[in-house]
């Protein structure tokens, strides 16, 4: 059974203790700006919520653009006013507060969801990226909507649509490990997540302990993890160094060019962009990852010697 609650203020403390919907992605994996490391350690208080960033910023500042426009082209929808939602037992640590809700005919409830992804930093096909997905499931689950409206706002103002149908099966397993991981997090013995290659997740760490004691004794940390950091560090430089070649090798023959690009007509993949910056030019990726097989390559492993082979046909 859904109860229906005043908007849950995001950064508050109370909403800083609650798994809400906009932790989802972090939690599970699939978010850019968060990790299941992240979201523990500030369930606990251990780390403050983050500050705002420009994604958050476009955000908040395209939402109320994004749903005006959606309720125009949706005039069979009522637009309900602004709540969160928990479920009945869930009350002490689950919550969610969709972009919008709407009544359609027959008085059934549906939720809608404004997002903006000017970069195509997340993968958008014919249905949501995943941590979307997961997002929308929790809130509809404890809603009681069945269909939630994805609309997003893309590169160029380009607007696309996404119907999401509530998955029960899904969303009750989801039910069952939200409760776990926020038991844990809220135990003080609680075990942290298992530590993944996720830029917040190392963030997350160094700042839960910064003390430096410099009269502590030195710690052993054993053959494999020296091996295992020492290994990271110099295939980190290697890579810096292979980026820093192939980037000079880009600005070499690009001349006077804007954009690197490969395939032909409207398969045309953008491989990297030259800008203006404050010491001349710099590469940069193109925003969009490579489309090899569209691009006209079968296999991306056997790309170099395709373009071998034609250099020499040529």
């Known amino acids: 059974m859904s109860i229906i609650l005043p908007p849950l203020e995001a950064g508050s403390d109370a909403w800083a203790r609650m798994i809400t919907a906009s932790k989802i992605p972090g939690i599970y994996g699939q978010s850019k700006f968060s990790s299941p490391t992240k979201e523990f ?58 972009d919008a ?32 997905w997961l997002q929308t499931q929790w809130q509809m689950h404890l809603s009681g909507a069945r269909v939630t409206y994805v609309v997003k706002f893309g590169a160029f103002l380009a607007e696309d649509e996404y119907i999401v149908e509530y998955d029960r099966t899904q969303a009750e397993d989801m039910e069952d490990y939200l409760g776990w991981f926020h038991a844990n997090a809220m135990d003080p013995n609680g075990v ?28 052993d940390i054993g053959y494999d993890l020296a091996r295992e950091f020492d290994n990271a560090v110099r295939g980190f430089d290697a890579a810096e160094t292979a980026l820093n070649l192939a980037k000079s090798k880009l600005l070499r023959v690009m001349g006077d060019a804007r954009r690197a690009v490969i395939g032909e007509g409207k398969q045309r993949q953008t491989v990297a962009t030259r800008q203006r910056t404050k010491k001349g030019v710099a590469i940069y990726k193109g925003r969009k990852p490579i489309d090899w097989v569209a691009a006209g390559f079968a296999d991306p492993l056997a790309a170099p010697a395709l373009i071998a082979s034609n250099q020499e046909a040529a």
């Open 41 to 98: 350690h500030a369930l606990r208080g251990e780390i403050p919520p983050d500050p705002d960033n420009t994604a958050m910023e476009l955000g908040r500042d395209f939402e109320p653009i994004i749903l005006a426009r959606f309720f125009r082209r949706h005039p069979e929808l009522t637009r309900q006013p602004h709540a969160s939602y928990t479920r009945l037992g869930l009350e002490e640590w689950a919550s969610a507060t969709p």
């Open 192 to 219: 942290p997540p298992e530590l993944d290659g996720h830029a917040e997740t190392y963030d997350a760490i160094r700042r839960v302990n910064t003390l430096v004691d410099v009269d502590a004794d030195d710690w």
């Open 101 to 132: 809700t709407a009544h359609a005919n027959g008085g059934r409830l549906i939720g809608v969801e404004a997002k903006v992804d000017a970069h195509d930093d997340y993968r958008w096909t014919d249905e949501p990226p995943v941590g979307v």
